[in-house]
């Protein structure tokens, strides 16, 4: 019923960027949040940023001052843009979406991940 389409991913050299983007697609009555997750070898998945469709944002400890999240809403789609890239960001990139189906549903969705590479 609803899909995330995830693109952006790729190799990067230290200090480079990179932009993430995620749409959802499908049958759904709003969209109350997206944001993007990664997990890297061996670690946790932890959240990197969220946006709540009024534009309310989180952010990773890790990644502020350097990542920023954005929605187009009329498109339903979330963007990561990720500055001075480390090392350390080298992990699978996974969008989230928190869907309202109908008024009175709401589910979580998971893209498939993409992976991001920052070579030392």
């Given at each position: 019923q609803?899909?995330?389409?995830?693109?952006?991913?790729?190799?990067?050299?230290p200090?480079?960027?990179?932009?993430?983007?995620?749409?959802?697609?499908?049958?759904?009555?709003?969209?109350?949040?997206?944001?993007?997750?990664?997990?890297?070898?061996?670690?946790?998945?932890?959240?990197?940023?969220?946006?709540?469709?009024?534009?309310?944002?989180?952010?990773?400890?890790?990644?502020?001052?350097?990542?920023?999240?954005?929605?187009?809403?009329?498109?339903?789609?979330v963007?990561?843009?990720?500055?001075?890239?480390?090392?350390?960001?080298?992990?699978?990139?996974?969008?989230?979406?928190?869907?309202?189906?109908?008024?009175?549903?709401?589910?979580?969705?998971w893209g498939q991940?993409?992976?991001?590479?920052?070579?030392?």
């Open positions: 609803v899909q995330l389409m995830e693109s952006g991913g790729g190799l990067v050299q200090g480079g960027s990179l932009r993430l983007s995620c749409a959802a697609s499908g049958s759904f009555f709003s969209i109350v949040a997206m944001g993007w997750y990664r997990q890297a070898p061996g670690k946790e998945r932890e959240l990197v940023a969220d946006i709540s469709s009024g534009g309310s944002t989180n952010y990773a400890d890790s990644v502020k001052g350097r990542f920023t999240i954005s929605r187009d809403n009329a498109k339903n789609t963007h990561l843009q990720m500055n001075s890239l480390k090392p350390e960001d080298t992990a699978v990139y996974y969008c989230n979406a928190k869907i309202r189906i109908t008024y009175f549903n709401t589910n979580d969705y991940g993409t992976q991001v590479t920052v070579s030392s």
